[in-house]
């Protein structure tokens, strides 16, 4: 039996690669305000998060994104998680952004991908909705995106379905394993191996329970979801600060605010009013657009801003999969292979050993 701590989507998809490889699953949920995945946009889109330092990263992404394309076969996966087939346009407005979209072509070339670069006529061929004060924008193939929501929803059914066990409890803040035995609030479980899956709230699960510490903090981000009476948008759009997914339906994911408030979770009329000014900017049609839903989420974040997957040095049998900071639902479908090896194989593939919780020397 493996017992996972956390049913955000890192909890939730390493559960269903256990399953699927025959493993006993049993998945511990607390229902806490402000987890990623519930505010999460669902971008999967790697050239646009690469940044020039953090090679090991942007390889960790690209080798989810290619489990992600392999879901573009799978038509009912599509169907039942909103993963689309479209692309990504980042736009510039003015002369700086135009400077750093020439930038970011000439990156995205040094690691060996091809971009359009697109002036401003041919931006408003692709999308004629945008500001027509539009200079120029890049064109990102396959940059897509994926519904959270329904991606939760379909991998809670997929897991129920393959067997795994879901115990909903109240909150708690620790937990012993000692002796296969996994125990907290009074239950008891017996478990090979346990997952620290927790996003922003591993951190004091593991310093209340093992006396363990990772240089991590949460960083709030605000999204919302709009509603519109046409359609405006056929590929994601990326601006400055903001980026803009279209939903089936004339739905539009918007996000995401980023900020440093420790762990508040309240939406903040100066958060909604940042995300529709910066819009407007770009969407001059704003007013006709309705405010379906808002969402606050906490990105757990670790200070060199790379996810922890692997065991803990001092109890192998404890294994962290958190810190997944922007990507975690682009990060999801690798981190559940590198997690399901170890579970299974007892190793990590060599390119991946820099995740481990060992960089940290705890
Ligand atoms: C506004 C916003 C937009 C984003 N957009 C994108 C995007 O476009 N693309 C992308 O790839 N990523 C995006 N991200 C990042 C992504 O959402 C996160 O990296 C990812 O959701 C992290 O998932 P998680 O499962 O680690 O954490 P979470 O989703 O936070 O889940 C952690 C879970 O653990 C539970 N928990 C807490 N304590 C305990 C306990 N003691 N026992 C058991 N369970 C517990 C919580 O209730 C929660 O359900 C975005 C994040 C935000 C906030």
Redesign the pocket.
Known sequence: MIVI???????LFIANNLLNEGLKVKI?????SG??????????APLLEAKPYENELFNLMLNSKKIWDSYLENDILKRKTGLKENSSLLVAMNEDEEASIYKKKEFIKKIGFETLLCNSSKTLEIEPNLNSNVRCSLFLKNNNQVE?KLLKNFLLSEIKKKGGEILRCS???RVSFFNNNVSFLKKTIKAEKIII?????SNE?LKKSFNIEFPMRPIK???VLLNAKKKYFSNNIWFKNIYLAPRDGNKLAI??TEDEKSFETTVNVDEIFYLSKKLWEYLPEVEMLSLLNF?S????TIIDGNPIIGSLKKNKNIICA?G????????APITAQIVCKLVLEKKINEKFLFFSPNRFNL
Do not use: Q
């Open positions: 701590f956390g049913s955000g989507i890192i909890g511990i949920d607390v229902k806490m987890s990623a995945t519930e505010a999460s946009v669902g971008m999967l959270p909150e708690f803040k899956a927790c996003g922003v709230w699960l981000g605000v999204s996000g995401a969402f989420g906490l990105r757990s958190f997944h900071y922007r990507n975690g639902i682009l990060l």
